[in-house]
């Protein structure tokens, strides 16, 4: 797979229910970056997490990083409609200089009905 | 929150043209980027800037690209003879130092024709 894979590619639960999305990448990495888009919109920035660290959260939102397993996940609790939306993971390779450039995964695409 | 601002959300252009996409990056940040977002498609880094020059680029930032700081503010991307490939959202992004959170655009559909 290519660098900053996510999975499932489209999940569809009820309002209420737990959302869990996964991503995987292949090189080592600075950091870790979830963003979400609305349909045909800018890209939100959710959460930054870095190499050193395993666990983040953000309100509703709580993101692990697994550097040995080369994944991470996203979890949305007590999902809403509102939620709706494609969820994207983005890494910023580490080696070498960087100057911040993200390398995106396919996104999954998740729906929350009402 | 302070936000990155893009100019024009939607553009439709003759192939051959020139367009020139426009941004202005968040008035603290140091490191600016456009990214490609074809549709259907994953999001792709074009381009990033630093210092008043291109620091890294992909291979699909061609000759037919270029980007520029004309001033303190604005950032812009110019392609020179547009493709129908070329067809794609363009989200321009910024941060203050590589390691931080990257903010983006609401971007600008650019349909080709």
């Known amino acids: 797979s290519q660098q900053g894979e996510e999975d499932p590619q489209a999940l569809s639960i009820q309002e209420g229910e737990n959302a869990t999305m996964n991503c995987s990448y292949k090189?080592?990495?600075?950091?870790l970056q979830w963003y979400r888009q609305n349909s045909g919109r800018g890209l939100v920035h959710l959460i930054l997490?870095?190499?050193?660290?395993r666990e983040k959260h953000s309100g509703r939102l709580r993101v692990t990083l697994d550097t040995s397993k080369k994944s991470s996940s996203l979890l949305i609790t007590a999902s809403r409609a509102a939620d709706t939306a494609s969820y994207f993971c983005?890494?910023?390779?580490?080696?070498?200089?960087?100057?911040?450039?993200?390398?995106f995964g396919q996104g999954t695409i998740l729906t929350v009905h009402p | 929150e302070p936000e990155v601002t893009q100019t024009p959300s939607h553009q439709v252009t003759q192939m051959g043209q020139e367009v020139i996409l426009r941004c202005v990056p968040i008035?603290?940040?140091?490191?600016f980027y456009w990214y490609r977002q074809i549709l259907g498609q994953k999001v792709e880094f074009l381009v990033s800037?630093?210092?008043?020059?291109?620091?890294?680029k992909s291979e699909i930032f061609d000759d037919q690209f270029s980007v520029e700081r004309p001033d303190g503010s604005n950032f812009t991307l110019k392609i020179r003879s547009t493709k129908l490939e070329d067809s794609a959202m363009y989200f321009c992004?910024?941060?203050?130092?590589?390691?931080?959170?990257?903010?983006f655009g609401e971007g600008s559909w650019l349909t080709v024709v």
């Open positions: 997490i870095r190499s050193n660290e």
């Open positions: 008035s603290n940040h140091l490191y």
């Open positions: 090189t080592s990495i600075n950091n």
């Open positions: 992004a910024s941060v203050y130092m590589p390691g931080n959170t990257i903010y």
């Open positions: 800037f630093y210092n008043n020059e291109i620091s890294e």
């Open positions: 983005a890494t910023d390779a580490a080696g070498g200089t960087s100057y911040g450039k993200l390398t």
